[in-house]
């Protein structure tokens, strides 16, 4: 059948972590429910690695010798357009909102559960893997893959955005915010739906992950940051998308 979703068994994941023996126990637990799971054990080896083997999902410890996880995840994005799941064991929210910024999608405080890891990069896949709707109108009821306001266009069946026919640079979850906020249009969405919606869990008040992303989209889609038009900061409530900015 055409579209279907990848199975857990051909996702594979690349540990980079220099830990050795957490990410031994940690690959063991993922190959246990079906993943593929390699490792790499220097963070000086981890772009070459990325580059060559393209894994589906990188889960990328922020301390690591030879190359730090921040200065991985940066260099690593003009050619890896999958999701990196960043582990810290700073508790900084300076670390967290940098690694956004770096282009990772998510992050993970040690010590590391493995269940609530599994969960998070299933999630983040299967969100990177629905790609089986076909484009619809909406008329019929169901939600269109593809959306138009004036010069900027999203479809969710390419995991694409365009900007004037130029195609914008976002990461995996740059683009799942900018879908959930763009096919909200007109109404607004508080942090604790697109916080529920996007990560699957509840929203604690603390987390800025949300901030730090709409501020990376705003100028990707061509909107003023300072005061935007299209993503409306709307004081207490949440963000709304502005159908005709």
Same mark, same amino acid.
């Given at each position: 059948?055409? @579209?279907?979703?990848?199975?857990?068994?051909?996702?594979?994941?690349?540990?980079?972590?220099?830990?050795?023996? +957490?990410?031994?126990?940690?690959?063991?637990?993922?190959?246990?429910?079906?993943?593929?799971?390699?490792?790499?054990?220097?963070?000086?080896?981890?772009?070459?690695?990325?580059?060559?083997?393209?894994?589906?999902?990188?889960?990328?410890?922020?301390?690591?010798?030879?190359?730090?996880?921040?200065?991985?995840?940066?260099?690593?994005?003009? =050619?890896?357009?999958?999701?990196?799941?960043?582990?810290?064991?700073?508790?900084?929210?300076?670390?967290?909102?940098?690694?956004?910024?770096?282009?990772?999608?998510?992050?993970?405080?040690?010590?590391?559960?493995?269940?609530?890891?599994?969960?998070?990069?299933?999630?983040?896949?299967?969100? /990177? @893997?629905? &790609?089986?709707?076909?484009?619809?109108?909406?008329?019929?009821?169901?939600?269109?893959?593809? +959306?138009? =306001?004036?010069?900027? /266009?999203?479809?969710?069946?390419?995991?694409?955005?365009?900007?004037?026919?130029?195609?914008?640079?976002?990461?995996?979850?740059?683009?799942?915010?900018?879908?959930?906020?763009?096919?909200?249009?007109?109404?607004? +969405?508080?942090?604790?739906?697109?916080? &529920?919606?996007?990560?699957?869990?509840?929203?604690? @008040?603390?987390?800025?992950?949300?901030?730090?992303?709409?501020?990376?989209?705003?100028?990707?889609?061509?909107?003023?940051?300072?005061?935007?038009?299209?993503?409306?900061?709307?004081?207490?409530?949440?963000?709304?998308?502005?159908?005709?900015?």
């Amino acid at each position: 059948m055409d @579209g279907v979703e990848q199975t857990n068994e051909s996702w594979r994941i690349l540990i980079v972590e220099d830990d050795e023996r +957490l990410a031994d126990l940690t690959r063991e637990y993922l190959e246990s429910n079906g993943l593929t799971v390699t490792v790499e054990n220097h963070g000086g080896h981890a772009v070459e690695r990325i580059r060559n083997e393209q894994p589906d999902l990188v889960v990328l410890d922020l301390m690591l010798p030879g190359e730090d996880g921040l200065s991985i995840c940066r260099r690593v994005r003009p =050619f890896f357009s999958g999701p990196i799941i960043m582990l810290t064991a700073r508790t900084d929210d300076l670390d967290q909102v940098l690694g956004l910024e770096m282009g990772a999608d998510d992050y993970i405080g040690k010590p590391v559960q493995p269940r609530v890891l599994l969960a998070r990069i299933r999630a983040l896949l299967r969100r /990177v @893997g629905d &790609t089986s709707s076909v484009e619809s109108d909406g008329d019929n009821g169901e939600e269109p893959v593809r +959306l138009q =306001f004036n010069d900027l /266009v999203v479809d969710r069946s390419m995991r694409e955005a365009w900007l004037n026919d130029e195609s914008i640079d976002l990461t995996s979850a740059e683009f799942d915010l900018l879908w959930l906020l763009a096919s909200s249009a007109g109404r607004v +969405l508080s942090r604790e739906e697109i916080f &529920t919606a996007l990560r699957g869990i509840e929203y604690d @008040g603390q987390d800025r992950s949300i901030d730090v992303r709409v501020s990376r989209i705003r100028p990707k889609i061509g909107d003023d940051p300072v005061h935007p038009r299209r993503i409306k900061t709307v004081r207490s409530k949440g963000y709304l998308f502005v159908k005709e900015a």
